[in-house]
């Protein structure tokens, strides 16, 4: 079992910045992917960003490139998301996801975190 817990969410206004940070614990994987997805009130869950472990290779969503970036910390097991220049449609519930293996299903997720961009 591996544990998610987000923090860092809150509010901010139009063009601020803002860190989410994901800590897993419990029994982690050198081979995993970790990530994040966002839910907007009334829309489906979409992912964000992610990350491998295993190299460190990252891979976002079309709609945050240049304003998001994904890091990790594989010795803390965190994973972190900076968002900068944020916009009102980025308002959602961030989540975290750990995925035991690159390629498959995410297994396990966070409790989300929100994120309340005003203008």
């Known amino acids: 079992q591996v544990q998610l817990v987000e923090s860092g969410g809150g509010l901010v206004q139009v063009g601020g910045s803002v860190r989410l940070s994901c800590a897993a614990s419990g029994r982690t994987f050198s081979s995993s992917v970790m990530a994040w997805f966002r839910q907007a009130p009334g829309k489906e869950r979409e992912f964000v960003a992610g990350i491998s472990r295993t190299g460190g290779s990252t891979h976002y969503a079309d709609s945050v490139k240049g304003r998001f970036t994904i890091s990790s910390d594989n010795a803390k097991n965190t994973v972190y998301l900076q968002m900068n220049s944020l916009k009102p449609e980025n308002t959602a519930v961030y989540y975290c996801?750990?995925?035991?293996?690159?390629?498959?299903?995410?297994?396990?997720w966070g409790q989300g975190t929100q994120v309340t961009v005003s203008s």
């Open positions: 996801a750990y995925a035991v293996v690159s390629g498959r299903p995410y297994d396990y």
